[in-house]
C-alpha cells in the first residue's frame, strides 16, 4: 500500500478558495478599506491583494500551472504566506478605520 504524499491535502485547497472569496467579498462591500489609502499605499496593497487572491482561487479550483513559471510565485507556500499576510494588512487596516 503506497501512503500519499502530505502536500495532497484535500483541506489546504478549500480552505484557500474560502478565504479568498471571504477577503473579495469583504473588500466588495467595504472597498473604502483600500480605496481610503494614499497612492503609494494602495499599488502595493492592490498588487498583494491581486496576487493573493489569484493564487487563493487558482489553488482553490485545482489549476496546474507550467513548469517554466517561477515556483516560488506560485507554491502552495507561498500561496497561504501571501494570503496570510493580505488578511493580516486588510484586518489592520479595518482595525484602524
Known sequence: MRALPLNRSFWSPLLALSLAAFLA?????????????????KLPLMVLGIWALGLGFAKGVGLRFPRDWP???ISS????????IFTLLLLLRAWAI
Open 25 to 41: 467579498l469583504w473588500l466588495l462591500l467595504q472597498p473604502e478599506l483600500i480605496r481610503a489609502l494614499p497612492l503609494i499605499a
Open 71 to 73: 515556483r516560488w510565485l
Open 77 to 84: 507556500k507561498s500561496c497561504w504566506r501571501v494570503l496570510l
